[in-house]
């Protein structure tokens, strides 16, 4: 029993440390694309990750640790698109969609990171790191209460 809880514990505290990017890729009218090829690429570790998009045109990378992503979505008779700088934070359900533009695969189609929504859409959940800086800069609600005699 003890080594069952251990074990369960041990995999949410693993969990809490990831993240994940998901989206849908939609073409120029708003279609789904389904089969896209999605690959996400940490800069910062060389790690790539790939997904497939489902019949409803959606994918999902789990287990993703914190830090800048690039992203690049692929499917036939559609140009290449490019995402860099997605930052993901501890986590995180970061979402990224795509409309891909119709030609030729070797086109491409280039999005800058600060031009990304990154807004949580997957959940109502907020979240967000405070550093022992901010903690110690907090505002006390005034002084403590004077005592009063009567």
Same mark, same amino acid.
């Given at each position: 029993?003890?080594?069952?809880?251990?074990?369960?514990?041990?995999?949410?505290?693993?969990?809490?440390?990831?993240? $994940?990017?998901?989206? %849908?890729?939609?073409? &120029?009218?708003?279609?789904?694309?389904?089969g896209?090829?999605?690959?996400? %690429?940490? &800069?910062?570790?060389?790690?790539?990750?790939?997904?497939?998009?489902?019949?409803?045109?959606d994918?999902?990378?789990a !287990?993703?640790?914190?830090? &800048?992503?690039?992203?690049v979505?692929?499917?036939?008779? +559609?140009?290449?698109?490019?995402?860099d700088?997605?930052?993901?934070c501890?986590?995180?359900?970061?979402?990224?969609?795509?409309?891909?533009?119709?030609?030729?695969? $070797? $086109?491409?189609?280039?999005? $800058?990171?600060?031009?990304?929504?990154?807004? *949580?859409t997957?959940?109502? *959940?907020? !979240?967000?790191?405070?550093?022992?800086?901010?903690?110690?800069?907090?505002?006390?609600?005034? &002084?403590?209460?004077? +005592?009063?005699?009567?």
């Amino acid at each position: 029993m003890g080594v069952a809880l251990a074990l369960s514990l041990a995999a949410n505290a693993v969990a809490q440390d990831t993240g $994940s990017i998901t989206g %849908t890729v939609m073409d &120029p009218s708003g279609a789904i694309v389904p089969g896209a090829q999605v690959q996400i %690429t940490s &800069p910062a570790t060389g790690v790539t990750r790939s997904a497939t998009t489902n019949a409803q045109g959606d994918y999902l990378v789990a !287990s993703l640790v914190a830090g &800048p992503y690039n992203l690049v979505i692929t499917a036939q008779g +559609f140009k290449r698109y490019e995402v860099d700088g997605i930052v993901l934070c501890v986590a995180e359900n970061a979402r990224a969609d795509a409309r891909l533009q119709v030609g030729a695969t $070797s $086109s491409l189609v280039t999005v $800058s990171g600060r031009s990304v929504a990154q807004v *949580e859409t997957q959940s109502s *959940e907020l !979240s967000g790191t405070i550093t022992g800086k901010e903690i110690s800069q907090l505002e006390l609600n005034g &002084p403590a209460p004077a +005592f009063r005699r009567y």
